[in-house]
């Protein structure tokens, strides 16, 4: 039974230093687009950050893509919302993509779920890929808003 109590506390425990550890905010080094973006933490290093359950438009070609329908006016938005400011960074199942990118929920020092506020406003689509689907049902109604109200992407 001491083993049972002490391991449930030992949990506890993890969760909370996890949770204290992803309440801090850090600085938006760099956007990228609508969707990618950098963090400066504290030690100096610097992390790719990709939002979780959204897509926006391609603002740039790359070797493999063009750029895409409102790619530059959802990376516009993205970097006025996001250059000079701080971010917390909430996580889901998946840490990493493919690519080292890590997936992020973020929010701004306000409270603004910014992952919801890009669908929201119609500067991105909902795409969730299994298991990080925590917020999938807000980011679908929010998507809905945003194509009832013509907004953004959805103008055309």
């Known amino acids: 039974m001491k083993s049972i109590l002490s391991f449930f506390f030992l949990f506890l425990f993890a969760v909370a230093i996890s949770t204290a550890q992803d309440s801090r905010f850090v600085p938006v080094s760099k956007v990228v687009d609508g969707d990618t973006f950098w963090?400066?933490?504290?030690?100096?290093?610097?992390?790719?950050?990709?939002?979780?359950?959204?897509?926006?438009?391609?603002?740039?070609?790359?070797?493999?893509?063009?750029?895409?329908?409102?790619?530059?006016?959802?990376?516009?938005?993205?970097?006025?919302?996001?250059?000079?400011?701080?971010?917390?960074?909430?996580?889901?199942?998946?840490?990493?993509?493919r690519y080292r990118r890590t997936l992020a929920y973020v929010y701004l020092e306000d409270g603004t779920f910014f992952n919801a506020l890009l669908v929201r406003e119609g500067f991105a689509l909902v795409a969730t890929f299994p298991p990080n689907v925590k917020y999938e049902a807000l980011f679908l109604k929010e998507q809905q808003h945003a194509q009832k109200l013509k907004k953004g992407l959805w103008a055309k």
């Open 39 to 97: 963090v400066k933490h504290p030690n100096g290093t610097e992390e790719k950050i990709r939002l979780i359950g959204v897509d926006s438009p391609e603002a740039r070609r790359t070797g493999r893509t063009d750029v895409e329908y409102f790619g530059k006016e959802s990376s516009d938005f993205a970097k006025r919302i996001l250059s000079g400011k701080k971010v917390r960074l909430e996580y889901d199942v998946q840490r990493y993509d």
